[in-house]
């Protein structure tokens, strides 16, 4: 099985920001609910966790795609490989306004 890029996960909040896919709320806290912590999301069968600082987006900390692959944080050490990162800034607003919407 092939591994998680970073690219995968980002194609993934790409398709949120142009409303091409559907946010939902993962298991626990939601997005209004955290200030500090994980948040867990899911974008159709994908499970995604974020990682919320200070009321702000920060990284991505891993996910399980529905095909079983999984990527942790680790797989995105180098700077400028989180998903998160390779948004541009019209994506990212977009993705945070579908994040508080939930």
């Keep these: 099985m092939s591994r998680v890029s970073a690219r ?5 909040f790409r398709d949120v920001a142009l409303e091409q896919k559907a946010l939902r709320p993962g298991a626990g806290a939601s ?3 955290t200030d500090t912590g994980a948040v867990h999301v899911c974008i159709d069968a994908h499970r995604i966790a974020l990682f919320k600082d200070a ?19 680790e797989a995105w050490n180098s700077p400028g ?4 990162e390779l ?4 994506e990212r607003s977009q993705l945070l306004k579908r ?3 939930l």
Excluded at 81 to 84: A, E, V
């Design 81 to 84: 490989t989180d998903p998160l």
């Design 55 to 73: 009321g702000e987006l920060h990284h991505c900390l891993g996910c399980v795609l529905e095909d079983g692959r999984r990527a942790g944080q």
């Design 31 to 33: 997005w209004s609910e």
């Design 99 to 101: 994040l508080q919407q």
């Design 8 to 12: 995968d996960v980002y194609q993934l």
């Design 87 to 90: 948004l541009s800034v019209w």
